[in-house]
């Protein structure tokens, strides 16, 4: 069986969800942001309402119809994964099904949120999925925002069920929790790196990849860096990795959590497509959190031809 990292390569980008300003979803725009990323070559694979996508912001209706509008604007020029995660079982699994009728590579299911369930019940949902479809499925951990953590034990159990084929890894102040699970799952398990900020910590520890909302921006220094890593030229990645630094600490301005209404201000910058603000209750970027990251970018533009 092809492992998650032959199919999705080294980074995955999940698209945010273009609004309109009435926050309507921008159908237009999000055709547009998918060929925009692919032509740019920033991506080698694509998810659609993940996290950044927004998923939770969403009725299921305008969770098919991305996919849809995806779908029919990749034209299978990269390998799409499907965001299916949901608050209960039984619309996890019905999203699941719907993405395979759709004929998605993947699926990714994010941690059930809100509930806090046991690990128990996280045994049992991630079963009742993977019953539910044929398709590959990427565990999606994030505990910040679930409440709820993957726990290496719970995994390993996972890991025994065929079509369940590797995790993206967003543990925030677990940093070295991605060893825990390389040593407790077989070697073709994938182990993809959540966070932007944490490519070089996790790549060591059997990591093959990363989920990079920031790459909608800044794919070419990502791929560049994950390349240099993975060549052996670490003073290289780490070069590059400083110069991100102060892109990605952008996003988090004024106390954010949530990177997402300032990447989608960033995005919009580079690509002069209409991405909009992104849905209540989240409040879009201000001018001023924009001109920080213009200033940003600037600097990395002006930057490029010293690293790259």
């Not at 993977?130 to 953590?149: D, H, K, M």
């Amino acid at each position: 069986m092809r492992t998650l990292a032959d199919i999705l390569g080294r980074v995955a980008v999940p698209l945010v969800t273009p609004f309109r300003a009435n926050e309507d979803v921008h159908w237009e725009a999000l055709g547009e942001l998918a060929d925009f990323v692919i032509r740019k070559g920033y991506c080698d694979s694509l998810i659609l309402t993940g996290t950044t996508g927004e998923f939770y912001a969403l009725t299921d209706e305008e969770r098919i119809g991305i996919w849809e509008t995806a779908k029919e604007a990749v034209a299978g020029r990269a390998p799409l994964v499907a965001g299916v995660g949901s608050a209960s079982t039984r619309n996890t699994v019905r999203l699941a099904q719907a993405a395979e009728r759709l004929g998605y590579d993947v699926i990714m299911v994010v941690l059930p949120y809100y509930s806090r369930p046991t690990q128990e019940g996280l045994l049992r949902h991630f079963r009742s999925v993977s019953e539910a479809v044929s398709l590959p499925i990427l565990v999606y951990n994030i505990p910040l925002f679930t409440g709820v953590n993957m726990e290496p034990e719970t995994l390993a159990r996972l890991a025994e069920i065929p079509t369940i084929r590797g995790i993206k890894e967003e543990a925030g102040i677990q940093p070295t929790q991605a060893t825990a699970y390389a040593l407790r799952t077989p070697p073709d398990f994938s182990i993809y790196c959540g966070d932007d900020t944490m490519v070089l910590q996790v790549l060591p520890q059997r990591g093959v990849g990363v989920v990079s909302g920031g790459s909608q921006v800044v794919g070419n220094w990502i791929k560049d860096m994950i390349a240099a890593y993975f060549h052996g030229d670490n003073a290289g990645a780490s070069e590059i990795y400083f110069q991100l630094a102060p892109f990605f600490a952008a996003l988090n301005q004024n106390g954010r959590i949530n990177p997402i209404p300032i990447l989608r201000g960033a995005i919009e910058l580079v690509s002069g497509i209409p991405i909009g603000p992104p849905r209540s209750p989240q409040a879009a970027a201000s001018e001023d959190e924009l001109s920080v990251i213009q200033v940003v970018l600037d600097s990395l533009v002006g930057s490029a031809s010293a690293v790259r």
